[in-house]
């Protein structure tokens, strides 16, 4: 498995009123190729900026993003050769959240779509890509002559997905691709994002606070709490045998799939605190159930539980041994 | 027609509103009854009429919303015959509700406390003793410490506490129903939870029915004892929510239930409900789910399906049997 | 209704300044001293001002030489104040600071002033007053669209393009510009009477148009000596100049509310309803 993303020490620090805002705060990780890479937090745990940080939308505080076989990282690439970034650009594509935002009000959604494709220079303008693309997500081709606030949240995010593909990149981002959609809609288009890895060989990163969402679609899952991570493992292993204290408790606080299933509930208390004086221990560690002395002390490192699963726990470390 | 264990029966109640495109006819005959200390579900996708229906109980339109036909019978007296002022005595006392975004909700210049005490003093309650109350209010609800929080404003506070603030607003006057539209859905995950709970408790503990207004069957198998499932502004299927996901017997139910990803439908495709929604500017002349719907035969375009029942707590519109 | 009158009135003023040469009956220039403000008659319609040049005449030339200037104004005021604005907007920093504290101080001074000065510099004349105040109408426009593009940047759709890789000058004019059009479209009719108004200042001043050129507010000039005996002089342009500036003011208001459909109103649901007591039958 070849590495199509590689994160190093990644920090994205915001000025607010005199203080740092760590949105994320020294996180490193790779993303395989051929996998999709489950981002999941609360709001405010730092997964949207570490998305746009990736994508080098906004650029890092610190450390380095490299994508595929550059070996620049991508802030530096940006500075010193844009038109090799650029390149880069058609490589990953993004779907955001909010589908009838996303798309210039305007515009048709014709006009749209050529635009990207002609930049990206599509033989034709795209046409024939642009057609096929819209039989794929099973949309007809009426729609582009029509503007964004006509139609659905559903066809939107579908014309988001049309477009992300157009430069038929290896790397697709989708944040929160489903929070804003209705539940029928929601499962058209879990269908066609967990079905489009497949068919056009992407990798994908999937960042969501819906746990089940993310249960679904993802191979590998990243738990991240005030900008770090918190556990990183694969879907079976974090969902069968989650050992984070926060993972379980995101765990437990999902809503029940039926009224018969029996649920003993651990329920974390408070919310998550603004990263802006982040603790010198562990960040969890005030809402955490199971904290020592030591939780408030000393920032846990990252243990390895087995050769895919990570967590950055004290308690953990002492029942599975230091590695 | 009504028992008297219902605290509230709505009886072909049709609601239309103005939008820019023309009259929609939003909520469309639907009977619902909730009854005393119960928590029943209203589920259903954006634009099924759910939260319209739930603004009919407290009669809170603004000009372009318009009640045109049926009944609501808040124990057994019936709500249309009560005028403006005494539809603005049974909010909040009675009758109260609890937003989706409780950040508008609140005012941004005064504390919470002072809102929260003028809610009671509002209601008659004497200064000195809205004070006390507001404490153990905020108490209550689980905004902790009370006394220094009442003098915060609602900017200094995350979601999860605001939301509390209005729930102990909602219920600082005993109402009997609390009507709750999408009151977790801006919240977070394990916030959610903490409110869920809340809720749950205050319902045991006050006695009070719950109206729980939602498009998560999530949070409608967590919590509901009963559930009403709307769509295109009628219910389809309405019963004991065990029952229900047990035994769904309207196509819409169980498809919509079956489109939900859970443990084990990894790597699967989910269900899906071709079509969209019909257009309710239109008149619907037989079942709304007939053009979306598998088992749709020529007798569902024709007339709207009676509701039936299966069992004295389940029943369902739809011509399919058994 | 207002909307509709002042459509037509501003459909009628243009009408008339194209056609001037036709619709007009005699020289505008035409010094007629046997004829020195003289009263309307069938003649002189509006009468004539005191070198006996004929008043409608000039009047309808002047509106030429009033709309192209104001006209002209907007212009250069747009030219340079949108892409400043956008600019300082969207990339924000040093450049915008330093631009929008220059704005504040230009902004400071009232904008006749400031004209007075540019033209007390450079020369009079109408060239010059119209450069004038089209720099010093700058500011305004520049920072209504540095807010408006301020607002802009941050929805979804900005960051979707950045994320396509589009250039900075394509997201600015091809994405984030057609989304602050109608706003900046309302807020150049405003100007345009705006600008009608302060030309005439200037004209009436003697700072903008020359003799014997015909324009409004120089008209005014002419006329507001002999205002006590012979008011037709000063009236005739004084109406004019009220007219277009409330004209424009309403249609610029109209395309406000025709562009904003937050602000549209919806059909009345009044007729459908029955008093709720009715209900219960």
């Known amino acids: 498995m070849g590495i199509i993303f590689s994160v190093k020490k990644l920090a994205k620090y915001f000025p607010v009123g005199g203080k740092t805002l760590k949105a994320v705060d020294c996180l490193t990780f790779e993303i395989y190729e051929r996998e999709v890479y489950g981002v999941v937090g609360e709001s405010g745990s730092g997964k949207s900026t570490l998305g746009r940080c990736m994508l080098n939308l906004v650029e890092p505080t610190a450390g380095e993003v490299i994508f595929g076989d550059e070996i620049m990282p991508m802030s530096e690439l940006a500075r010193k050769s844009p038109a090799r970034m650029k390149s880069l650009r058609r490589d990953m594509q993004v779907v955001f959240q909010n589908p009838n935002s996303s798309f210039n009000p305007k515009m048709t959604i014709g006009r749209a779509l050529y635009n990207a494709a002609s930049f990206f220079g599509l033989k034709g303008g795209g046409r024939d890509r642009i057609h096929e693309l819209l039989d794929y997500v099973n949309l007809d081709r009426s729609v582009l002559s029509r503007y964004s606030n006509a139609l659905s949240g559903g066809e939107m995010q579908r014309l988001a997905i049309v477009r992300a593909l157009i430069p038929s990149p290896r790397f697709v981002m989708a944040d929160e691709p489903v929070s804003a959609l209705d539940v029928s809609v929601q499962a058209q288009i879990l269908n066609i994002l967990g079905e489009m890895k497949n068919r056009f060989g992407l990798t994908m990163m999937f960042i969501s606070h819906e746990l089940t969402v993310v249960e679904h679609i993802c191979d590998r899952i990243m738990v991240m709490y005030l900008g770090a991570m918190m556990e990183l493992g694969p879907v079976e292993e974090l969902f069968g045998n989650p050992l984070h204290p926060y993972t379980r408790a995101l765990l437990d606080s999902r809503p029940k799939t039926s009224p018969d299933e029996k649920k003993t509930r651990e329920m974390l208390e408070g919310e998550i605190p603004g990263a802006v004086d982040i603790p010198a221990g562990c960040r969890f560690f005030s809402r955490c159930p199971d904290a020592v002395r030591e939780c408030g002390e000393i920032p846990p490192e990252l243990y390895k539980v087995t050769d895919f699963h990570f967590v950055a726990c004290h308690l953990v470390r002492d029942t599975v041994g230091n590695n | ?322 | 209704m207002p909307l509709a009158v002042s459509l037509l009135f501003l459909v009628g003023v243009i009408i008339i300044a194209v056609f001037a040469e036709k619709l007009a009956t005699h020289d505008p220039n035409r010094l007629d001293v046997t004829h020195r403000l003289d009263a309307p008659s069938h003649e002189h319609p509006l009468g004539t001002d005191k070198t006996g040049r004929d008043i409608y005449s000039r009047l309808l030339h002047g509106s030429r030489i009033t709309i192209l200037s104001a006209f002209g104004v907007v212009l250069i005021s747009a030219l340079i104040g949108i892409p400043l604005g956008i600019a300082a907007g969207y990339f924000g920093g040093l450049a915008d600071k330093v631009f929008m504290r220059m704005f504040d101080v230009i902004l400071a001074f009232p904008s006749l002033l400031l004209a007075f000065v540019f033209v007390a510099a450079f020369g009079r004349g109408i060239t010059n007053a119209v450069l004038a105040l089209g720099i010093v109408y700058v500011p305004m426009l520049a920072r209504l669209t540095r807010s408006l593009v301020l607002v802009e940047k941050n929805k979804a759709y900005v960051e979707a393009a950045r994320s396509i890789g589009y250039s900075n000058a394509h997201i600015m004019m091809a994405e984030i510009l057609p989304n602050c059009v109608d706003t900046l479209a309302v807020q150049m009719t405003l100007d345009i009477g705006y600008a009608v108004l302060d030309l005439a200042s200037m004209s009436f001043l003697g700072l903008g148009v020359q003799p014997p050129t015909p324009d409004w507010g120089a008209m005014l000039e002419d006329g507001w000596i002999v205002m006590t005996s012979n008011p037709f002089v000063a009236l005739a342009p004084g109406t004019m100049i009220v007219m277009t500036v409330v004209a424009l003011n309403i249609f610029g208001d109209g395309v406000r509310s025709y562009l904003d459909p937050a602000q549209k109103k919806l059909p009345s649901i009044r007729k459908y309803r029955r008093p709720v007591r009715d209900l219960r039958k």
Not at chain 2, 30 to 43: A, M, P, T, W, Y
Not at chain 2, 130 to 148: C, F, H, I, Q
Request: proline content about 6%.
């Open chain 2, 1 to 322: 027609m009504t028992s008297a264990n219902d605290l509230i029966s709505i009886r072909n109640l049709q609601v239309s509103l103005m939008s820019a495109r023309g009259l929609v006819h939003a909520v469309r005959g639907i009977d619902l009854d909730v009854q005393r200390g119960e928590i029943h579900g209203v589920v259903g996708e954006s634009g099924c009429g759910k939260t319209v229906t739930a603004k009919s109980i407290m009669r809170l339109y603004d000009e372009n919303i318009m009640l045109s036909g049926g009944h609501i019978f808040f124990e057994g007296y019936d709500m249309f015959s009560l005028s403006e002022r005494e539809i603005q005595a049974l909010r909040g006392s009675e009758v109260s509700m609890i937003f989706q975004d409780p950040m508008t909700a609140l005012n941004p210049l005064y504390t919470i406390g002072y809102q929260l005490e003028e809610t009671l003093t509002n209601k008659g309650v004497k200064k000195m003793e809205a004070a006390a109350r507001a404490v153990k209010l905020l108490e209550d609800v689980g905004v902790n410490p009370p006394e220094s929080r009442k003098s915060q404003y609602p900017f200094e506070m995350s979601g999860g506490m605001l939301q509390r603030v209005m729930i102990a607003m909602a219920i600082s006057c005993n109402p009997k129903l609390l009507i709750a539209d999408e009151p977790t859905t801006s919240l977070d995950v394990t916030v959610q939870a903490q409110i869920l709970d809340l809720l749950t408790r205050l319902r045991d503990g006050r006695y009070m029915s719950i109206l729980m207004i939602t498009h998560n069957f999530g949070i409608v198998a967590e919590i509901c004892d009963r559930v009403s499932v709307m769509y295109a502004g009628g219910i389809v299927e309405s019963g004991d929510v065990r029952e229900i996901f047990r035994d769904p017997r309207h196509p819409y139910t169980s498809d919509l239930i079956k489109s939900i990803p859970r443990s084990g439908t990894r790597g699967t495709l989910l269900a899906t409900i071709p079509g969209t929604p019909p257009d309710l500017l239109r008149e619907i002349n037989g079942c709304a789910y007939a053009p979306r719907c598998r088992y749709a035969s020529g007798v569902c375009a024709e007339a709207p399906p009676p509701p039936r029942s299966i069992s004295e707590s389940h029943s369902y519109a739809c011509v399919r049997g058994t």
